[in-house]
């Protein structure tokens, strides 16, 4: 008979891993807990050596004891366990390349999901244990394959799905030697599938989503309600092109100076979910103050509008912002500076454009990831 969690937890002989991100602040531990602090969103060493322990782990544990697992979004990057003919070198290149393309977080995570050991449920595969997950979803729709590439999830999707992606955002001839062939024998079938939602393996897992974008949305209403502005929630699952929500944002500012709709007076429009950007500068800056940069012209003269772009976790893409402010003057004020918003756009420089306006937002890592937070607050 299976012991209870509690009755595990009770035991001298529980041991865990803990992995979080570089500069995040770790709590006291015993020594039965390993702590590793790992890169995001680029893996690194510290993240493959612990994913090297969860394997060792899980691969010793008995069908009469309890995986019990605390996963939150981020965790693609901070537990790497490249599939055995690739390095973690080849897995690297390959994010970096991956996330300098368009490609939405979803397909992003169907090709981590097919060149690892741990995810696209192959964690499950591995563990003779029952298993009970605790998610954070920082994914629009809170797809259990999408949130931290579905380590305890089965994988609705296929090495040809894989490789499709790789063909459309045309990186497939420029990955990785050893990616490149790895994909190709899952293919032909030399490499197994990940496992399915069929697949009977899954009648051990029980999965929980205990926080996601919706809940930030709905406490960022709360914050607002409470200095008296009427909040309406847009949206919780935006997935757009990062320039297109920031249009999107600001023309329903517009709409609602000019028509009264759907702000009728005062108030203030919550839209949470993720961005993409098409990386081709190299300058600072990530999706959320990309997003704000590109409804700078669209916001110019309109008085009394204003809107914020930030992540949940504090931090945007490669600064050390979490996001940014912008309004009917900061066109204006880019003006004044001679400062063209539009180089900044294509040099992929939104950090340096709200700091020389002093708009970034810089909170510091908040230790939490649910997606990001757009909103758009009218004044009359």
Sequence with gaps: MMRTAMELLDQRSVSGILVAPKGERIPRFDNRVDVFQA??????????????????????????????????????????????????????????????????????????????????????????????????????????????????????????????????????????????RHLERGLTGLIDETPKPASPIFNRVHNFIIADNRYACVAAKKALQERNISTKILTSQADLEARSLGKLMASIGVASKVFHEPIRSSGAIIAGGETTVDVVGNGRGGRNQHTALCAVMDLNGRDGLAMAAFGTDGIDGNSVAAGAIVDGNSARRARN????????????????????????????????????????????
């Design 337 to 380: 500076r001679h400062i063209d918003p539009q180089q900044f756009i294509a040099r992929n420089d939104s950090f340096n454009f709200f700091r020389k306006l002093n708009d970034n937002i810089v909170t510091g890592r908040t230790g939490t990831n649910v997606g990001d937070l757009y909103i758009l607050v009218k004044v009359d």
């Design 39 to 180: 890169s995001h969103p680029l893996p690194d060493e510290e993240g493959f050596r612990a994913s090297r322990s969860v394997l060792n782990m899980i691969d010793k544990m008995k069908a009469n004891e309890l995986l019990l697992c605390l996963i939150s979004g981020g965790a693609s990057a901070l537990l790497p366990a490249p599939a055995n003919s690739i390095t973690l070198q080849d897995k690297r290149r390959l994010t970096e390349q991956l996330i300098r393309t368009r490609a939405t977080i979803h397909e992003i995570n169907t090709v981590r999901r097919h060149i690892s050991a741990l995810k696209g449920g192959r964690l499950v595969e591995r563990c003779r244990a029952p298993i009970l997950a605790f998610l954070i979803s920082d994914v629009a729709g809170n797809t259990l394959h999408d949130i931290a590439s579905g380590l305890t999830a089965p994988d609705p999707s296929t090495y040809r799905d894989a490789v499709q992606i790789l063909q459309k955002y045309n990186i497939w001839g420029m990955i990785p030697h050893n990616v490149k």
